[in-house]
């Protein structure tokens, strides 16, 4: 079968912003640290906000939380205002840390990683990590620091939804990860802009891939919501965009889906290039949740 390949529609992100501290729900401080260390060797650039020509140092910071679902402000003196002060004692994984390096007020912004150590885009040497004590630049310099996220130490558990046995049904998480099998698609990209869909998680580069194409895409936050059951009418739609399929004659008609039914168009497309029967009882089972049985056989069909 041919496969479909669309242009990227994305989906609208729910960003964290404002004056506060918001919890990062997607992102532990393990994510946080590794976020912003990928970013280390990454050249200065004054107002650059490109990873590949260049980024100053509030770029940074926004790019590094804007992949875990948090919201900065574009400049150094806009970060200051949002979140909470913090003591220089009581700083945390995540807290930004800010500098005076021109001498005329806050004119710099870093990452605070733990164990006296901040990553920041210098001038002199692009992103790198330095000490916030170090005596001979940085620890006269300091000014202070604010808490615009709480980070949590420990990977939480994904929540699927509850009283569905996901050993008999598909989650979405685990519809995109066949699919993008049977698609042979390339999922070594793991960083997802799901705020639900960590880059630690085995969904994150199906995830990634099938966005790219415009075959998954986000609720109205932003969620890819993994844990979550998909319907036989919501199958429908995805398996013909995502195998380009169109109606090839004579489909079979199912009594519960009524030519109103949005995904009529669908499910006869699948019915006419013999990918699904029914029910066997005249029914399609429109709103029933797609079992991993199911979901395995229509594969194999598309895919043979």
């Known amino acids: 079968m041919k496969k479909k390949w669309l242009l990227p529609v994305f989906a609208s992100f729910m960003f964290f912003t404002g004056v506060g501290i918001n919890d990062a729900e997607a992102a532990t401080i393990t994510e946080l640290t590794n976020t912003a260390k990928s970013y280390i060797g990454t050249p200065y650039k004054y107002g650059g906000t490109d990873i590949n020509t260049g980024i100053d140092c509030s770029a940074y910071t926004q790019i590094v939380f804007s992949k875990l679902g948090i919201s900065l402000d574009r400049n150094t003196r806009a970060q200051y205002q949002q979140g909470t002060s913090v003591s220089k004692a009581n700083l945390q994984e995540g807290d930004l840390v800010f500098f005076n390096t021109t001498g005329a007020g806050i004119s710099h912004v870093g990452i605070y990683i733990g164990s006296g150590k901040f990553i920041s885009s210098t001038t002199s040497s692009g992103v790198v990590e330095d000490n916030i004590n170090d005596p001979y630049y940085w620890g006269s310099r300091y000014i202070g620091a604010k808490r615009v996220a709480n980070f949590t130490a420990h990977e939480m558990e994904e929540v699927k939804d509850a009283g569905i046995d996901f050993s008999i049904y598909a989650s979405r998480g685990e519809v995109a990860l066949q699919l993008a ?13 799901f705020p639900d869909v960590k880059p630690s998680s085995k969904y994150a580069g199906a995830a990634v891939a099938l966005n790219k194409l415009g075959i998954f895409n986000g609720d109205s936050n932003g969620k890819f919501n ?39 168009n669908y499910v006869a497309i699948l019915s006419s290039n013999k990918i699904t029967t029914g029910k066997g009882d005249g029914t399609f089972g429109i709103n029933d949740k797609v079992t991993l049985k199911h979901l395995n056989v229509f594969l194999d069909r598309l895919t043979k």
Request: glycine fraction near 6%; proline fraction near 6%; aromatic fraction near 6%.
């Open 226 to 264: 993994p844990g979550s059951p998909l319907t036989r009418a919501q199958l429908a739609k995805v398996l013909v965009e995502a195998f380009d399929l169109r109606l090839q004659g004579q489909a079979e008609k199912f009594t519960d889906v009524p030519s109103s039914h949005w995904a009529s």
């Open 181 to 193: 099998k049977a698609l042979g698609l390339d999922t070594s990209n793991t960083n997802s802009s």
